[in-house]
């Protein structure tokens, strides 16, 4: 079943909705830009659907793909990071459904969306932001601006 996180939270009725065309083709454009990164979360989905995973559609303002099943389960457990619910790479949402909250889907979006914006050198700059924090005496996740502002866009899941 798709998720439908735009509709659900607008609140609007269909003949009060604004022209959809732009928002459509920053869409069309960001997943363009990140096709690179989306490349890399097919690769990875892929054993995941092979394995009687799951795709589903999310509906957003930056779409997505999430894929789960128990190969995903599997990867997340024992990412190289430490243990994880979901990652998004590119287009590509990676998750655990079972522990998947509005909050952790939200955090993802926001991911996927930054990838959107920042196409393929988005692993560098995510890199040059942990690195950043790390020259500042901080945390290199938490501390980092890409997960600050997904974990920001979280609290309006
Ligand atoms: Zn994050």
Partial sequence: MPFSQDQASSGMLPEERQ?????????????VWAAPLTLVGLLLALPV???????????????????????ADYLLERHPF?????MAIGHI????????????????????????????????AYCG????????GKDAYWNNRFEIAARRAERHA
């Fill in 19 to 31: 022209p959809r065309r732009l928002p459509a083709l920053r869409a069309l454009l960001g997943i």
């Fill in 93 to 124: 949402i990676i998750a655990d459904f079972r522990s998947l909250t509005p909050q952790i889907l939200t955090h993802e979006l926001e991911h996927v969306r930054q990838g959107a914006v920042w196409g393929g050198l988005f692993p560098f």
């Fill in 129 to 136: 932001a942990s690195l950043w924090a790390v020259l500042h």
């Fill in 49 to 71: 659907l092979l394995g009687r995973g799951q795709l589903r559609v999310v509906r957003a303002a930056t779409p997505a793909l999430l894929v789960s099943g128990r190969v």
């Fill in 82 to 86: 430490g243990a994880m619910c979901a």
